[in-house]
């Protein structure tokens, strides 16, 4: 059974930094592609950024130059750098996998980590 398990969220100041993990056990993690996503209060989840297997990322234009995604396939582990936090990124953060190697789908879920930014 695969699980996802989400840490490091909290309360931050604008301008600052949270780095987010997200814990995946049950697989071999180095297969597949991992996604954070957020949602905000009365808001739809968005994407906020992937990595494939490969490394390989791919950021919303809400986030480019700020925040960073990264995996430790050795710690079965995938991250999330966040600098520069503005207010509106102040949201529930989930990572999710995709059940199927190397595809872009995404259909795991963790149960969130609630980021908050003060101004």
């Known amino acids: 059974q695969v699980q996802l398990v989400e840490s490091g969220g909290g309360l931050v100041q604008a301008g600052g930094s949270l780095r987010l993990s997200c814990a995946a056990s049950g697989r071999a993690f180095s297969l597949y592609n991992m996604g954070w996503f957020r949602q905000a209060p009365g808001k739809e989840r968005e994407s906020v950024g992937t990595?494939?297997?490969?490394?390989?990322?791919h950021y919303a234009d809400s986030v480019k130059g700020r925040f960073t995604i990264s995996r430790d396939n050795g710690m079965n582990t995938a991250y999330l750098q966040m600098n520069n936090l503005k207010p509106e990124d102040t949201a529930v953060y989930y990572c999710?996998?995709?059940?199927?190697?190397?595809?872009?789908?995404?259909?795991?879920w963790g149960q969130g980590t609630q980021v908050t930014v003060s101004s």
């Open positions: 999710s996998s995709s059940a199927t190697p190397w595809h872009a789908t995404f259909d795991y």
């Open positions: 990595i494939d297997w490969s490394g390989r990322t």
